[in-house]
């Protein structure tokens, strides 16, 4: 199971919100280390965690730990201000609308070219006229702090929130990661179920892939598996784009070093036509040198120069 996974179909976590989403896992001392990577607005967003066998009667059973994430649950977006995890998308802006005495909260956000939203409502903390508010989205268990602390009404806001954070809160998250399907050189079907209070529950599942994209096998093999699991339906899962584009980022490359990206050289470049070479310096009278003395050589390690 170790090496590279991409993630092809999901069932939706707010954690995965990006596109090219994989996964990495190395043998480390009987740990796992696993390292997600997902790309979000051209930047690789990554987070790094562990996973375990959570029995030891050889079945597909792991647990997997990420610092600092507590929950599935999320705090919503209430604020247009520095980037906060529901905050991965671009044009984040919020609209506030009067409504008797309550404040309608209308966030906006786009994601990969479509518009994400959420609705909430703002009420006066106090009643000594300060600028202190308690925002309320659904899905939070308690309204949040909204403190105005600089504006001029018409240009500008300058918007400040604090919660204090318990010591379960800081813990490490473990999430169930059951495997119910797998062929090591080929596809994975896992599998997530959490409690959520006495009355439901919430399910996640992964289709993972070697490669860019799902074989009929694994498609056969997945939908055998799905057929028996209730929870389980193809309608709930959301395709991952592994496309070349969606792939792309430019990556911190330090200066003197091969510059290396993802994806594959793109053969449709624009050049110039009608191309004169007798007319071109660049390819009159050019020479390569090369060094043989190389053991093991290598297209950078060949000097190029031009004799003009």
Do not use: H
């Not at 092809?8 to 990577?37: H, K, P």
């Not at 987070?47 to 792991?62: E, F, H, P, R, V």
């Not at 993802?262 to 050019?286: H, L, Y």
């Not at 040198?289 to 031009?306: C, G, H, M, Q, V």
């Amino acid at each position: 199971y170790l090496g590279r996974w991409r993630l092809i179909e999901t069932y939706f976590t707010e954690q995965q919100s990006g596109t090219c989403n994989d996964a990495t896992y190395t043998l480390n001392n009987n740990v796992v280390d696993v390292y997600n990577t997902q790309v979000i607005n051209q930047q690789l967003d990554t987070i790094n965690g562990t996973a375990t066998l959570a029995t030891t009667d050889g079945s597909a059973k792991l647990l997997v730990n990420f610092p600092g994430k507590r929950k599935f649950d999320t705090v919503p977006v209430y604020w247009r201000n520095t980037s906060t995890e529901q905050q991965s998308g671009t044009c984040n802006d919020a609209t506030y609308t009067l409504n008797n005495n309550v404040v309608d909260v209308y966030n906006t956000q786009v994601i990969n070219q479509q518009l994400d939203t959420i609705n909430g409502t703002a009420t006066l903390a106090t009643t000594d006229g300060s600028a202190k508010l308690l925002v309320n989205f659904p899905g939070t268990s308690a309204p949040a702090d909204y403190w105005v602390l600089d504006t001029d009404y018409d240009s500008y806001a300058l918007v400040y929130s604090c919660r204090n954070i318990n010591a379960q809160e800081q813990r490490e998250v473990v999430i169930p990661f059951w495997i119910l399907s797998i062929n090591y050189n080929d596809f994975a079907l896992a599998y997530s179920c959490i409690n959520d209070g006495s009355d439901f529950r919430k399910i996640f599942s992964w289709k993972l892939s070697r490669t860019k994209q799902l074989s009929a096998a694994a498609n056969t093999a997945m939908n055998s598996v799905m057929a028996n699991n209730v929870v389980l339906d193809n309608q709930y899962y959301q395709a991952i784009d592994q496309s070349d584009r969606a792939c792309f980022f430019l990556p911190d490359i330090p200066l003197g070093q091969p510059v290396v990206l993802p994806g594959q050289c793109n053969v449709n470049i624009p050049v110039v036509q009608n191309f004169n070479v007798a007319r071109s310096k660049i390819m009159t009278g050019m020479k390569i040198y090369i060094d043989f003395s190389l053991k093991n050589p290598r297209i950078e390690d060949f000097p190029l120069a031009t004799s003009l």
